[in-house]
């Protein structure tokens, strides 16, 4: 099948068509780039929310729960589920889908792995344009879900509008809370295996910590009143007064092996949409996201252009056996496979133009 | 790590079908695949032919390996193909079975599309060798 007739047969809503896109854009196979920037036209209807946490919160259970929830509102789902691939084989055991087991024969329900397989933000732009693939195939909602371990996790969930992380109860101490990282991300904390023990004090120090963040820009907007912290138990989704003021990241305590806590999440993920879309958020980070993704795009042409120069110029491995010996050093080697390209392309004149109307034209294609 | 790692991967599902509750083998093939660099989807215990199916086209996997103890792979195997099928799958997976299949029903398996049986004893080196050599060109 060449590429037309496969977009013609995605957006026809054929599930083999999609799979394979997905497959063409974790391949980098070649027409990729021009397949994705097809799917551009048909995208921009689907909600899409991040899921993270650490390993064993739940992730897989309570995405589970959310895909059959949103099925019985008539709605239908496309997850992305991420796993890490082995840094010495490139191997990896991809096993969410086996906790997928309540939407089970449901087609509706598009569940695909993936694995980190590329590096330099590859799996970021690979995770971002399979989200364009099943946009642009019709699923309402999609869920992105990755272990939150770093950096390269927090990119991924970052494709999405709404992020929720999942603390399980008794994740450390206080001081687990004051790190930067994962925890900063969240739109939404979710505190999962809420029948355990412990889940009350985890909530607790959520909490505290959100209050700890005020006036220091944590969790969005920074302005967040005590009112609305001390709020969140009875959380009203209707209550969105506070939308110019900022988001409070709400804490939602959920059980998701029983399904308790889903449809308040939800609501949570529903009044989040709500909150982006009313304070301008929304296009903020929607552009955010796409200079992302033209950063990432341009890193890895530039790599893929000098690994290229590498080659040529004999391998790294002859420049790092000359290091080695003390002939010369890693910066000078940088600058001198640098600075061609930095006179070429004082040279060149781009002919990329952004009119006033936003749109963008190229030659290229 | 290299920056070679992008590009074409090795995709398979492993696939327990039916009843039987051991699941020992397709843990070691499981960890064999990806110690040789493919990616593997674990299907889990118990599950469905449709659910097998489901799960082959919606994560476009190169190889379906379908581990079955329990003999009622003449039911099973061929209503999973059939699925494949279905969804224009059948075409561009290499489906491998592993397990307890008995000498006379092998060529009714391969009859169905099975590309290769491979029975207790079999290495897993010998199992990787043949998927390396006969995953589909895409």
């Not at chain 1, 449809?263 to 958020?281: K, M, N, P, Q």
Request: aromatic residues 4%.
């Amino acid at each position: 099948m060449n590429d037309e007739d496969l977009l013609e047969a995605l957006l026809a809503g054929e599930h083999r068509a999609l799979a394979r896109v997905i497959s063409k854009i974790e391949d980098r196979s070649p027409g990729y780039r021009n397949l994705v920037s097809d799917l551009y036209a048909h995208t921009g209807e689907a909600d899409v929310v991040g899921i993270t946490g650490s390993p064993g919160a739940g992730k897989s259970t309570l995405v589970d729960k959310l895909a059959e929830t949103y099925r019985d509102r008539g709605e239908t789902v496309g997850v992305i589920a991420i796993d890490p691939s082995s840094p010495f084989s490139g191997g990896a055991v991809l096993g969410d889908r086996i906790r997928m087991a309540s939407t089970v024969g449901d087609m509706d329900v598009f569940v695909r792995s993936m694995s980190a397989r590329g590096t330099l933000g590859g799996l970021s732009t690979a995770t971002a344009d399979a989200v364009k693939a099943m946009d642009a195939f019709g699923k309402d909602k999609i869920i992105i879900e990755t272990v939150g371990a770093g950096q390269n996790e927090i990119d991924i969930v970052q494709t999405a509008d709404t992020v929720a992380v999942l603390v399980p109860p008794g994740s450390g101490d206080e001081i687990q809370t004051l790190k930067a990282g994962i925890l900063e991300i969240a739109d939404v904390f979710v505190v999962n295996k809420a029948d355990r023990p412990g889940a009350d004090r985890t909530v607790q120090e959520l909490r505290e910590m959100i209050q700890l963040g005020e006036g220091a820009g944590f969790g969005g907007g920074g302005h967040h009143s005590q009112e609305v912290i001390d709020a969140h138990d009875d959380w009203d989704p209707n209550t969105d007064e506070e939308a110019d003021a900022g988001w409070t990241t709400p804490i939602v305590e959920t059980v998701a092996t029983k399904a308790d806590g889903v449809d308040d999440l939800i609501d949570a993920f529903a009044t989040h949409r709500e909150y982006l879309v009313d304070s301008g958020e929304h296009a903020a980070r929607t552009r955010r996201r796409y200079a992302e993704e033209i950063r990432t795009l341009l890193r890895e042409d530039v790599h893929a252009l000098l690994e290229a120069d590498l080659e040529r110029a004999g391998g790294v491995d002859d420049l790092a056996e000359a290091v080695r010996q003390g002939e010369t050093d890693p910066y000078s080697i940088a600058s001198d496979l640098l600075d061609p390209l930095e006179r070429c392309l004082e040279d060149v004149e781009t002919d990329l133009d952004v009119d006033a109307n936003g749109v963008t034209e190229s030659d290229d294609r | 790590m290299s920056s070679e790692q992008e590009g074409e991967s090795i995709r398979c599902l492993v696939a327990k079908v039916g009843l039987d509750g051991h699941d020992r083998g397709a843990h070691v093939i499981a960890r064999a695949f990806r110690d040789a660099g493919f990616e593997v989807i674990y299907s889990g215990l118990h599950k469905a032919p449709e659910e097998i199916v489901q799960a082959t086209v919606q994560e476009d996997v190169d190889v379906l390996g379908i581990s079955i103890l329990s003999g009622a792979h003449d039911t099973l195997v061929p209503k999973i193909m059939d699925g494949l099928e279905e969804y224009g799958a059948a075409e561009d997976t290499l489906v491998l079975v592993g397990g307890v299949i008995p000498e006379e029903d092998r060529a009714e398996l391969e009859d169905e599309g099975v590309a290769e049986i491979f029975g207790p004893g079999t290495s897993v080196e010998e199992t990787i060798e043949f998927v390396r050599e006969n995953a589909p060109e895409r």
